[in-house]
């Protein structure tokens, strides 16, 4: 029984992608209404849309509207969630039935945006980074669900990696006690999202998009539950000064502290005062690195579909 198709709507475009074998690339809706303003956020998306499309994909985004699970949502629905920002909640692994049950909206995280593509049939996921271990979690248990997710549903993100609000080293050993292989993209390193480069070490580094789309095709053939990472820098044009950005981050977890803010509200404030420390330089970089990665995840769900058919 597939009683979960009960609560999704997959658009008729994706559905007729997916049914024809055609690359399909997912996109994540917390990071417009929680990980960037408006009407940036609205444009990026929209963007985004249009980069996949021009690599020869059929791009996915993914939202809860009014308790149904969407894998593919249309421009108003977008510019909705732009719109009403941090007052949509911000939707993960557990408010899922919640919001089915209630029939409310939610912008989907990375955990929640690879449990509906895996639902609709979609294995590649493109985002700007990933939620993470938080620093300090050896007290607060602070860890992304992005994780466990990962170590379960088997979709394919490409992200630029982690921003260093989190504990970058300690996110890269929970993936590797969850067996979630991480593969750095023409780098040996786990970008810092930023910054190209973090000083932590990637399991492997692929070159290729055909080689990426062929260890997670393997993945899945092994049965071998569970995503995978490919870690994509960004572009050296729009990297960002490291001391500065990670002067800003500091800032912005004492700042953090001060408030007394926790739980799942700590990423979205951390995202937003990053932006307002560097007056939207910031902003700039992570669009264009959202961009990059739209790129990329196009590329290896073209692969992916060519080893499939
Ligand atoms: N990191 C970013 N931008 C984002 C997010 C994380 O650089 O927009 C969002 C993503 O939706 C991610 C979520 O899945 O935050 C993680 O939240 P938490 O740390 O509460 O798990
Ligand atoms: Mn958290």
């Not at 930023?194 to 990637?202: A, C, E, I, L, V």
């Given at each position: 029984?597939?009683?979960?198709?009960?609560?999704?709507?997959?658009?008729?475009?994706v559905?007729?992608?997916?049914?024809?074998?055609?690359?399909?690339?997912?996109?994540?809706?917390?990071?417009?209404?929680?990980?960037?303003?408006y009407p940036?956020?609205?444009?990026?998306?929209?963007?985004?849309?249009?980069?996949?499309?021009?690599?020869?994909?059929?791009?996915?985004?993914?939202?809860?509207?009014?308790?149904?699970?969407?894998?593919?949502?249309?421009?108003?629905?977008?510019?909705?969630?732009?719109?009403?920002?941090?007052?949509?909640?911000?939707?993960?692994?557990?408010?899922?039935?919640?919001?089915?049950?209630?029939?409310?909206?939610?912008?989907?995280?990375?955990?929640?945006?690879?449990?509906?593509?895996?639902?609709?049939?979609?294995?590649?996921?493109?985002?700007?980074?990933?939620?993470?271990?938080?620093?300090?979690?050896?007290?607060?248990?602070?860890?992304?669900?992005?994780?466990?997710?990962?170590?379960?549903?088997?979709?394919?993100?490409?992200?630029?990696?982690?921003?260093?609000?989190?504990?970058?080293?300690?996110?890269?050993?929970?993936?590797?006690?969850?067996?979630?292989?991480?593969?750095?993209?023409?780098?040996?390193?786990?970008p810092?999202?930023?910054?190209?480069?973090?000083?932590?070490?990637?399991?492997?580094?692929?070159?290729?998009?055909?080689?990426?789309?062929?260890?997670?095709?393997?993945?899945?053939?092994m049965?071998?539950?569970?995503?995978?990472?490919?870690?994509?820098?960004?572009?050296?044009?729009?990297?960002?000064?490291?001391?500065?950005?990670?002067?800003?981050?500091?800032?912005?977890?004492?700042?953090?502290?001060?408030?007394?803010?926790?739980?799942k509200?700590?990423?979205?404030?951390?995202?937003?005062?990053?932006q307002?420390?560097?007056?939207?330089?910031?902003?700039?970089?992570?669009?264009?690195?959202?961009?990059?990665?739209?790129?990329?995840?196009?590329?290896?769900?073209?692969?992916?579909?060519?080893?499939?058919?």
């Amino acid at each position: 029984m597939n009683a979960y198709k009960k609560y999704l709507d997959v658009s008729p475009e994706v559905s007729e992608a997916l049914k024809a074998g055609k690359p399909v690339v997912a996109l994540e809706s917390t990071i417009i209404s929680h990980g960037m303003p408006y009407p940036k956020n609205v444009e990026t998306a929209l963007q985004v849309e249009k980069i996949v499309r021009e690599n020869g994909a059929v791009p996915a985004t993914i939202a809860v509207i009014g308790g149904r699970l969407k894998a593919g949502i249309g421009c108003d629905e977008i510019d909705y969630l732009g719109k009403t920002g941090l007052a949509v909640t911000k939707a993960s692994r557990r408010d899922l039935c919640i919001l089915a049950a209630q029939k409310k909206d939610g912008a989907a995280t990375v955990a929640a945006t690879m449990i509906i593509a895996a639902m609709a049939g979609i294995k590649v996921f493109a985002t700007g980074g990933i939620g993470g271990v938080h620093r300090g979690a050896e007290t607060t248990m602070d860890i992304s669900a992005d994780l466990e997710e990962l170590a379960k549903t088997n979709v394919l993100v490409v992200c630029a990696g982690a921003k260093s609000i989190l504990d970058l080293g300690l996110t890269l050993e929970y993936l590797e006690t969850r067996g979630v292989p991480v593969v750095g993209y023409k780098t040996e390193e786990l970008p810092a999202f930023y910054t190209r480069s973090s000083g932590f070490k990637t399991d492997c580094r692929m070159d290729s998009p055909k080689e990426i789309a062929a260890a997670f095709y393997a993945k899945l053939a092994m049965g071998l539950q569970g995503g995978m990472v490919a870690a994509n820098p960004i572009p050296e044009e729009f990297a960002m000064d490291k001391e500065y950005i990670d002067k800003s981050i500091q800032a912005a977890l004492e700042k953090m502290k001060t408030l007394g803010i926790t739980g799942k509200r700590t990423t979205p404030f951390l995202l937003d005062e990053i932006q307002k420390i560097t007056g939207g330089k910031s902003l700039e970089s992570n669009i264009r690195l959202v961009y990059n990665n739209a790129r990329l995840a196009s590329e290896i769900a073209c692969e992916l579909s060519a080893l499939e058919n």
